[in-house]
DNA sequence: GCTGGCACTCTGTCCGCGCGAGTGCCAGGA
DNA sequence: TCCTGGCACTCGCGCGGACAGAGTGCCAGC
C-alpha cells in the first residue's frame, strides 16, 4: 500500500528529525525538510494514525510531536539504514587502539574511543575469565602458610589472589605445586577446567593434596564468578553535556546504576558477537535506565563473546551511527585481543 | 582585641551557615541562628570590613555575603576544628574494607566508601610502583620472541608487559633468566634498582645479556613512569545532586578532567603522608577545577606516600568533615596495604 | 564602640497577555 | 478513495510590570 509506505517513511522523518533538532517536531516543519512529497495536512492524518498505534507522542496538545519508545524500536529494527564509518572514523580507531601496552591499556583506549566517537557514555566489559583459556599460572608463597595465585590469560587479563593454606609451603613445595597446576590448567578454559578438579585432587601426590584442593577451589569458585567481571566506564562528561536535556532529574540515579555496574553487567550477558543488540528505554529492566538506551555487543575472535561492550546515551540518540560505531570498535578489540 | 577575634567568629558562621544551606547570608539570619552576642547592625559593620579585607563577596547589591577562595582558606586553616568521625563511621570504615580479595577490590571499596563518607567525587591512586618494592618477576614465554613480564609488588598490585627480544627464548633461557632477575631485584625498590641495572647487564652471562637488558630497560622504563599511575575514581553521581547549583555550567569540564586523571594525579604527586592538604578554588592551577575543591592526602605506612586519595567538590564543602574523613580513611587503607 | 531606625536597592516571583506553532476537522477537488 | 487548502481552536512560551522580601549602608543616640 503506499499508505503504509509514506507513514513509515513519515516516522523515520520524525524520529531523525527529532534525533537532530531535539525539538517536537510538526507536520509543516516535515514537510518543508524531508521530500515527503505531500501536503502538511496529509502529513497531519498519517501523524494521527501514528500517534494511535502508540508511535509517536505529543508532549501536550499543540506541540510537535515525539517518537516514543515503541517508535524507536520500529525505527532501529525497520528503518534505519546501516551506516558505514567514514575513513577517517576507521583511521582514529586503528591509530587510538595501536599501541596500546597492555589489556588495562586496551579496554581504557577502547572507552575512550567509543565515547568520543559516540559522544556518549561507553562501556567496556573486561574479558570473561571463564571463557578465557589459562596461559600460565603462577605461584608466589607470602609467608608460610600465605601464596598468592597469578592467573595469566590468553586475553592478557592478570588476576591474583591470596590463598590461605594450612599446611606449609616451602620453596620447593611450592615448585611442585606449579607445576603440577600448570600441566593441569594451562590452555584449557576455566569453565571446562571446573569439571575435572575432583580428578586432580584425586591424581596429586598425598603431599599436595590439601595445596591443590585449596588452590584450585579459589580459582574456580572466585575468579570464574562472573559477579567479579570488571567493567570500564568512559565518557560520562558526554552525559552533563545533555544531561539536563535528555535526562532531567534522572542523571544521578543514571550515574549511580553505571557505578553499581551490576545492572549493566546484566545486559553485557545477554549479548552475543557481531550482532549489536539495543535496548530501548523503558525496555530496561532497571528504573534508572528507563530513559536511556543501551546499544551493546559482544567482541571476540571466535564464536563465543569474551565480553561485551556498548554505549548507554538519551533514547533520542543516532541509533544507526552508534550501532555502526560499537560495532566497528568491538570487531577491532577482537582482532586485537586474538593476535597479542 | 575583641574586635579582631568577633570578625572572625562572624567569618566562621558565615562560612558554616553557607556551607549548610547554600544561600547568601545576611546579617540578621547570623545573629539569629549564631550565638554571637551583637546586634545585626555591629554584624554588618564587621561584614563590611571582611569583605574589604577578600574574605566575603556579596553576588550583589542587597544579596547576603558568601565566602571566597581567600576567605575558605582562612576558614581552614585557622578556624575550623577537627572533627572526630563518629562510632558509625568507624565502624563502617573497618567493616567496608574489610574482607577485600585484592589491591582492585581494597582500592574499589576505598573509592566507594569515601564517597559515601563525603557525598562527594573521590579519588584514589594506586600504589606508585617507584616506591614500591618488587616481591617478585614473573617470565612467561609467550612465542620465541615475546615474553611476558608479570612484576608482583609488595603493595599487592601486579603489572604485566610484553617484551619483544630478537633473541629466541627457551624455557631453560627463561628459567636462567628468572632466577637472575628475581635475585637482582626481589626485595629492591624499583627507583633504588634502576641505578644498578649497568652492573646487572655486564655481570650476566653473555648468552643472557640482551635478553636482561631488554626486560631491564622494560622494567625501568614503562612500569616506573609515574604517567601510567591510575586512578580509581567514584562518586560522580554525587556531582549530579547538586552539580547544576555548584558548577552552573563548569560540570562537563569537571568530569572531562576527573577522565582525564592527569590533573588530578598532578596534584597528589604533592600530598605528604597523614598531611591532608587542600585545594581551594583558583588555587588549582587547571581552569576545570577553578570552581572546585579538592582534599588530598598520601596514604601509605612507612614515611613516604605510596599514593594519594582524596575528594573533589564544591568550594562550598564541609571541609572539617571532609578532611577527617579522608585522613581516616588513608590510615586505615594504610594499614591494610601494610600488613598483606 | 554598639544599637536601633530608616531609606534605598536589588532580585526573585507572580500575573496577565499576546504571539506563534501546531492541531483537528471539514468541504471541495482529482 | 484519497489528497489538499482553509479555518477555528488550543496551549505553551516569552515578555513586561508590579510587588514583596531580604539585605545593606548610614546616621544619630546611648
Redesign the interface.
Known amino acids: 500500500m503506499a499508505h503504509d509506505d509514506r507513514r513509515l517513511r513519515v516516522l523515520r522523518a520524525i524520529v531523525q528529525d527529532y534525533v537532530s533538532t531535539n525539538d517536537p517536531v510538526g507536520s509543516k516543519a516535515l514537510a518543508a525538510r524531508y521530500d515527503l512529497g505531500v501536503s502538511p495536512a496529509t502529513i497531519r492524518n498519517d501523524m494521527a494514525v501514528l500517534e494511535e498505534e502508540g508511535y509517536i507522542t505529543q508532549p501536550h496538545t499543540s506541540a510537535g510531536r515525539v517518537p516514543t519508545d515503541k517508535g524507536y524500536r520500529f525505527f532501529v529494527d525497520r528503518l534505519s539504514t546501516v551506516k558505514p564509518l567514514s575513513a577517517a572514523e576507521r583511521r582514529a580507531i586503528e591509530k587510538f587502539l595501536d599501541g596500546a601496552?597492555?589489556l588495562?591499556d586496551v579496554l581504557g583506549r577502547t572507552v575512550?574511543l567509543l565515547a568520543q566517537l559516540t559522544r556518549q557514555v561507553a562501556v567496556v566489559q573486561y574479558p570473561t575469565l571463564s571463557r578465557s583459556a589459562v596461559?600460565?599460572l603462577?605461584l608466589?608463597p607470602?609467608t608460610p602458610s600465605r601464596l598468592?595465585v597469578?592467573l595469566?590469560t590468553d586475553t592478557?587479563r592478570?588476576?591474583?589472589?591470596?590463598v590461605e593454606v594450612h599446611g606449609d609451603a616451602e620453596a620447593d613445595t611450592v615448585a611442585e605445586l606449579r607445576t603440577l597446576l600448570n600441566a593441569a590448567f594451562t590452555g584449557k578454559k576455566l569453565a571446562e577446567a571446573s569439571v575435572e578438579v575432583g580428578d586432580l585432587v584425586d591424581q596429586a601426590p598425598p603431599h599436595l593434596r590439601p595445596l591443590v584442593a585449596a588452590v584450585s577451589a579459589t580459582l574456580l569458585e572466585?575468579l570464574v564468578e562472573p559477579s567479579e567481571d570488571?567493567l570500564v566506564i568512559?565518557?560520562?562528561?558526554n552525559?552533563?553535556?545533555s544531561?539536563?536535556l535528555d535526562f532531567p532529574g534522572t542523571?544521578?540515579?543514571l550515574?549511580?546504576a553505571l557505578?553499581e555496574q551490576v545492572v549493566v553487567l546484566r545486559l553485557m550477558a545477554e549479548v552475543g558477537p557481531s550482532q549489536v543488540t539495543v535496548h530501548i528505554g523503558g525496555e530496561n529492566e532497571h528504573e534508572a535506565l528507563s530513559s536511556a538506551s543501551v546499544v551493546t555487543v559482544g567482541y571476540g575472535s571466535g564464536d563465543q563473546a569474551l565480553g561485551g561492550l556498548g554505549v548507554v546515551g538519551p533514547t533520542r540518540m543516532d541509533y544507526a551511527g552508534n550501532m555502526a560505531a560499537v560495532r566497528a570498535v568491538a570487531r577491532y578489540v577482537g582482532h586485537l585481543l586474538a593476535e597479542?
Open positions: 601496552v597492555d588495562h575512550r596461559r600460565h603462577e608466589v607470602l598468592l597469578v595469566i592478557g592478570v588476576e591474583q589472589r591470596v572466585t570488571r568512559g565518557g560520562t562528561a552525559l552533563a553535556r544531561g539536563a542523571m544521578r540515579p550515574l549511580e557505578e597479542s
